[in-house]
């Protein structure tokens, strides 16, 4: 016979099996049942190659599909997170509880009117600043080589080459926690060092209005080679990252402390401090989320024991461990 304890444990688990198939019957009126993934591995949708699974990854392709998803996650209680070309980001081994919605190619659609360049938020930031180029359109040259999506580098205020997303981003439509739709224009957008105010505020970016310049075609095609070229030859593309580690340290390149610190090279299981550009920790092979926390755990100490100057990761921790 089963005791008291026994039986509240089975009663709680039938009620969590019960909203789980009412969550998914739910979310498969909102989307297609084929942009609804299960426990899907979050290795294969993040630049660093590792993570564990999702319980549910959607795969929004309007606006109107990120309101009435996020619609049934409140009803439900769902936890949302959001990701965009699954660059900059660490998920954990255990991978992430609840829904990841997902902003691909399904919402990257660009396009321009006059100066003004729109893409949603699912663009990568390459395929942006190629379409910019081809309209004679200049200032956004510098993202060729940042490796995410638009949403994501307006989320991080990402930047590259003395250029970065606060300025040139002129507006960006959201979806807000009650699924209304918000348009945040100059000040609202509260961007700072690698912040925005989409990491405060909940609201998930869906599309995003960049005001460029008008420029000489020839000249922009220059400047997208070389830093095309800057990047191939100085960072390790070759090998799955999720980007820069570690922010920029005041006064300081985190690249040239890790080096001088004698750390490139250095490993922990199948992560690799880069032996091309020590800013870079990579997916030598194999490694886990928890080779990459001890890596930047024992490169953060070295660090600070040699120089006197901490380092904070770059990079968004997601998940869990």
């Not at 688990?13 to 084929?34: C, G, H, Q, T, Y």
């Not at 997170?81 to 998920?91: A, E, I, M, Q, R």
């Not at 250029?163 to 957008?189: D, I, P």
């Not at 024992?298 to 869990?320: A, M, N, T, W």
């Amino acid at each position: 016979m089963r005791s008291l304890k026994e039986w509240i444990y089975l009663a709680k688990n039938e009620m969590l099996v019960s909203r789980d198939v009412d969550f998914a019957a739910e979310l498969k009126k909102a989307i297609p049942p084929e942009r609804l993934l299960v426990n899907e591995a979050m290795s294969k949708h993040t630049t660093f190659r590792i993570g564990g699974p999702a319980d549910y990854l959607a795969l929004p392709a309007s606006v109107q599909e990120v309101a009435a998803i996020l619609h049934i996650t409140k009803q439900f209680a769902i936890p949302v997170t959001v990701l965009g070309n699954g660059s900059n980001v660490l998920v954990l081994d255990r991978g992430i509880r609840g829904l990841v919605l997902k902003f691909g190619p399904e919402m990257g659609c660009i396009r321009h009117d006059g100066h003004i360049v729109v893409a949603g938020a699912g663009a990568l930031l390459a395929e942006v600043s190629k379409y910019a180029a081809q309209q004679d359109l200049t200032g956004f040259e510098f993202a060729i080589g940042i490796p995410g999506s638009i949403g994501g580098a307006v989320f991080m205020n990402a930047g590259a080459y003395e250029g970065e997303m606060s300025q040139v981003v002129q507006a960006v439509t959201a979806v807000c926690a009650g699924g209304e739709l918000k348009r945040f224009v100059g000040e609202e957008l509260k961007f700072g060092y690698r912040h925005s105010v989409f990491q405060e505020n909940g609201c998930l970016i869906c599309e995003v209005e960049l005001a460029l310049l008008n420029g000489v075609n020839n000249l922009i095609r220059v400047r997208l080679d070389d830093y095309t070229t800057k990047r191939q030859t100085k960072q390790p593309i070759e090998m799955p990252s999720a980007g820069s580690t570690f922010k920029r340290p005041t006064g300081h390149f985190a690249g040239t402390l890790i080096e001088k610190a004698g750390l490139k090279g250095t490993s922990v299981g199948g992560a690799q401090v880069s032996t091309k550009h020590a800013g870079f920790i990579i997916n030598a092979g194999g490694a886990t989320a928890q080779d990459v926390l001890a890596l930047i755990s024992k490169v953060q100490d070295s660090v600070h024991k040699q120089f006197g100057v901490s380092l904070h990761p770059e990079v968004r921790i997601l998940g869990e461990a």
